[in-house]
């Protein structure tokens, strides 16, 4: 007997998630990260409390308590996670499959059920990459666990509340991930209030800036969540981290400036970039764009060799295109972009 001969039969073959490419001196426009990075309040609270990492965590009471009142819920509605990623898995691991997403979407939602061992429905967005809620609801009948990215990664549309009404309606598990949810204005964590199949996914790694901490949230209602609540394992977030949160979450002020500033250079940038090639309208942190009859690798070489790192797609399955991820960084970045596109030939 070998090894091999103990591993799980849907081990082999996995798809790994590859995180966007990370080189020193370089600018990077490819994991939607905030470049003007944390308030300066996150940095002070994590030197401070440096000397304390020999305690086990215990703010998690109070991480909860700010995020809830942010949220707009009772803390009772509101649980922590080593990022989205965790709370995700916390989630797979608590509800029955299959498990269905609409596609492109973030990869994880196919990633992790698979992981798991879970059976998954990729369903198609229309053509321009717009939501078909009938459609969707059609083909993943099977499923009773749905992952919908609001905006939706990589194409930065939102989903429109009377679709996900529609969805929530079915009576199954719906989990709502509204990482980029600053950067469009629309939540809907209130449905959360009156449907127990619904779950928001929410980050701090986002517009708050603090992506390398590794701090996410999740709301529902205090019944749901409790079930997911009790695969959670002690300590996951780390004591650095928790200090991190609390900081951001009391500088609001501060995150929202940032937003605004992205948000503003979103628009100059697709107005710019649509004005060469074809930009998917997006109220996210990220633009979209199909660089066709360009390919996506030859886009991404030529971003490179300007030192600026920029997620690549190619083509995906049942769409036409090329397309590459540009995360939207700051205002000067963003000049640097522009200048590097500008000298590409044609």
Known sequence: MSVKDFVKPHVFGLEKYVPG??????????????????????????????GRSHVYPFLDSEVRNLAARYAGVSEDCVMTGNGSDELMELVLKTFQGPVASFYPSYSSYRIFP??????????????????????????????????IGSPNNPTGRVVEEADL???????????????????????????????????????LSKAFGIGGLRVGYMVGSPETVS???SLKPPFSIASLAEFAALAALKDLPYMRSCVRKIVKDRERLAKILGSRF????????????????????VFFNRMLRERIIIRKFGKFKGFNGDYVRITVGTSEENERLIKAVSKLPG
């Open 114 to 147: 698979r992981m798991l061992g879970m059976e998954f429905f990729d369903i198609g967005l229309r053509p321009d990459f717009s939501w078909d809620v009938e459609d969707f609801i059609l083909k993943a009948k099977r499923a009773n666990l749905f992952f």
């Open 165 to 203: 009404v529609r969805l929530l309606d079915e009576g199954k598990i719906v989990v709502l991930d509204e990482a980029y949810f600053e950067f469009s204005g629309q939540s809907h964590v209130k449905l959360t209030k009156k449907y127990e199949n619904l779950l928001v996914l929410r980050t």
């Open 278 to 297: 074809k930009v998917v309208p997006s109220q996210a942190n990220f633009l979209l764009m199909d660089v066709s009859p360009m390919s996506s690798g």
């Open 21 to 50: 490419e990370y080189r020193e001196g370089f600018i990077k426009l490819a994991s939607n990260e905030n470049n003007y990075g944390p308030s300066p309040k996150v940095v002070k609270a994590v030197r401070g409390n440096a």
């Open 227 to 229: 079930y997911v609540n």
